[in-house]
């Protein structure tokens, strides 16, 4: 069975072939970045705009440099995200599956982050412990099978991404931040400032970065009243990085130990983060599991997968769904159509 993913829910156009007998066949993606750039962050009608304006030629051309005339199933993100962006998503796929009569299913964006890492030649099993950190969500999943998550624990107020976003945007550096914080950091030390570990040693599974991003704040007022910041940034990024690492390894690693899981899924765009990614991998006695680094942030590829899995598994959506606000749990009950 060949599928159709589709993924408008942010700033990025990402479409896929998934074959589910011999895996991913091609991708593409159209990366709004440079659009919403100037602005310092996403703008949500531009956003739907571009969707517009790039979905269909993006979609056309997969298909012909696959040699696709019609799949057999189209799979689009439903939400989370920005309604009017996952509105285009949902009435192309739908728009396209009357066309061609083949089943369309909404996919819950979070769950095509947490399947990424099937898309890879050593998939995870069932089941396991995800850490999906993104630039909208903060969560710990623990994983029985598809379709069975139950949330541990997310962010009482930024998430993780949106932490690293914040803090390269007090350093000066331009959005989206993360990627280039990760950079400066490679040249500071990480022992120069003495940043909070929020939570961390607290009960529970939830965390909270505003703490450790005001920290930062006055650490960086401090540089610059002192006209010293250009000498001090690298190393306020490395020591804030370290700090941010260190939370989610220390809480993810609890959690599996916590629920008697020994598999870990770091997944959604902080996966891409080098230090995350070596830190748990030493500090974890189980195994641990990531999607390649360009499907750790938005993409179509993961949508299609999930989608797949899905209709594998009985489950079809006939209405267009765009869900901005959209909770993992309420995946567990079985829906047909
Ligand atoms: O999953 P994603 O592409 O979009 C959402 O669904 O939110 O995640 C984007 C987030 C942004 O906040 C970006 O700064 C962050 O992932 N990010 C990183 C790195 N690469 C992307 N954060 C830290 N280190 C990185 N290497
Ligand atoms: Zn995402």
Known sequence: ????????????????LFSSEFGLVAHALHSQVDLHAVYGGVVPEIASRDHIRMLLPLIQQLMSDAGIDKPDAIAYTAGPGLTGALMVGGGMANGLGMAWDCPVVAVHHMEGHLLAPMLEENPPKFPFLALLVSGGHTLLIAVRKLGDYTVLGTTLDDAAGEAFDKTAKLLGLAYPGGPLLASLAETGDEKAYAFPRPMLN??????????????????????????????????????????????????????????GLTRIVVAGGVGANRLLRSEIAERFSGEVFYPRFEFCTDNGAMIAAAGALRLSDGRAATEIKAEARWSLDTLRVPTTG
């Open 1 to 16: 069975m060949m599928t159709l993913g589709i993924e408008t829910s942010c700033d990025e156009t990402g479409v896929a």
């Open 202 to 259: 607290k009960p529970g599974f939830d965390f909270s970065f505003s703490g450790l991003k005001t920290a930062v704040m006055l650490e960086v007022r401090k540089a610059e009243a002192a006209g010293d910041i250009d000498s001090r940034r690298a190393d306020i990024a490395a020591s804030f990085q370290r700090a941010a690492v260190d939370t989610l390894v220390g809480k993810a690693i609890k959690a599996a130990h916590a629920e």
